[in-house]
């Protein structure tokens, strides 16, 4: 499993963790759509926020391996802002390459982008 250096751990300020710290003995637990209703947690919504601003930071446009990013909170992005960049896709597989859909990605976390957000590879 690839651990993405550099990487936040998590949203400064929560427990809302972002990587994971080692492989499950299990395999990967396969990433799947998870919807997001209007009636969620202002916090969810910010650490979705943060999560695609962390992506956006360290990947930009480039593909990416999934390695040691958390499932449960890629699900929360997959299918629209994060979506496979290969083909076939295996959603269980830790090695399997993924990318920001920018378009989908700047409508639905427009703050996300906001070159200010980071200082210094900090979440600020």
Partial sequence: MLKHRGFPGRLPGTDYQFVIRRPNKAGATPL???ERYADRRAADRRADTGF???L???????PFERGNLDAGRLSWLWGREVVAA?????????EALL????????ASFPEA???DLFEDGEQA
Avoid: C, N, Q
């Fill in 32 to 34: 799947k759509r998870l």
């Fill in 86 to 94: 290969e083909d076939p896709f295996d959603p269980a597989s830790y």
């Fill in 52 to 54: 695609m601003a962390a």
């Fill in 99 to 106: 990318v920001i859909d920018e378009s989908r990605a700047r």
């Fill in 56 to 62: 956006w930071h360290h990947f930009g446009t480039d």
């Fill in 113 to 115: 982008f906001d070159p």
